[in-house]
């Protein structure tokens, strides 16, 4: 079984700043692209940042690319989402992805984790 938990969402003020955590766990043998995607209110899911194993970065939302910086730790399986200078339109739920294989033989799967409330206030 395979969890991904996201942790650091919350309340801020417009020009704040959060940094969002996602640690992967359970029965894992290699961790390929990870990232961040959101859904705001009432809009599609939008992938917003992936990082390779080989940490490489992309970013998808061109709005949050001078804003956001993601990073990865693959020694903890752990993703990071840092962001600044958060805006009233980056309210959204925060869902931490994972393309996770369980052994060597697998193909790999994409995972998801439940999801993490960020609200921005103007």
């Known amino acids: 079984q395979v969890q991904l938990v996201e942790s650091g969402g919350g309340l801020v003020q417009s020009g704040g700043s959060l940094r969002l955590s996602c640690v992967v766990s359970?029965?894992?043998?290699?961790?390929?692209?990870m990232g961040w995607y959101r859904q705001a209110p009432g809009k599609q899911r939008e992938r917003v940042a992936y990082?390779?194993?080989?940490?490489?970065?992309?970013y998808f939302v061109p709005s949050v690319k001078s804003r956001f910086t993601i990073s990865r730790d693959s020694a903890k399986k752990m993703v990071y989402l840092q962001m600044n200078n958060l805006k009233p339109e980056d309210t959204a739920v925060y869902y931490c992805?994972?393309?996770?294989?369980?052994?060597?033989?697998?193909?790999?799967?994409?995972?998801w984790g439940p999801g993490t409330q960020v609200t921005v206030s103007s």
């Open positions: 359970g029965s894992i043998y290699d961790i390929y692209t």
């Open positions: 990082i390779t194993r080989e940490l490489d970065i992309s």
């Open positions: 992805y994972a393309r996770v294989r369980q052994s060597f033989s697998d193909g790999g799967s994409d995972r």
